[in-house]
């Protein structure tokens, strides 16, 4: 394990959180989100892993035994809190959105260029005979029988 957080280490990573022995799946994943949770509410990563590991102890449940938890150590910068990220979704939406706004007001403006905000005109100019609104009248068809 040490190799693994070696290598994380040695690319870039300010921190690892890595198990010393194997830990079943479900007992992971549930001290991973506890583990997350309270990295989520900004606490460093050394006290985020602390109150995950406490919340687990004071369970009163399963989980309680150290077998689910004390695996996990954390190694690298644990001081520090988590840098707060904006998810690619946000800036993708808003662009959406500013792009949705603009392409409204754009129709609006052509809708009113044209004469069309006063609907009544049309109905009224719709009314007009061919010859009242300066078109040729239709020709005629006659049938030779």
């Not at 010393?20 to 460093?44: E, H, I, T």
């Not at 129709?107 to 044209?114: G, I, K």
């Not at 905000?117 to 030779?144: D, H, I, M, V, W």
Request: glycine share 6%; charged share 15%.
């Amino acid at each position: 394990m040490e190799a693994f957080t070696r290598a994380f280490l040695g690319a870039g990573a300010a921190a690892t959180v890595t198990s010393l022995w194997r830990v079943a799946d479900q007992p992971a994943a549930d001290f991973m989100q506890q583990f997350y949770y309270f990295l989520a509410q900004g606490q460093s990563k050394a006290k985020a892993l602390r109150a995950a590991k406490l919340s687990f102890l004071h369970s009163n449940s399963a989980l309680a035994n150290p077998r689910h938890w004390a695996a996990f150590v954390l190694y690298g910068d644990g001081w520090n809190p988590c840098a707060r990220v904006i998810p690619w979704s946000a800036p993708l939406i808003a662009a959406a959105l500013a792009i949705l706004v603009l392409w409204l007001a754009l129709r609006v403006q052509d809708y009113r260029s044209r004469g069309a905000a006063n609907p009544g005109r049309e109905l009224a100019f719709s009314r007009l005979s061919r010859a009242q609104r300066g078109l040729k009248a239709r020709p005629t068809c006659t049938r030779y029988g």
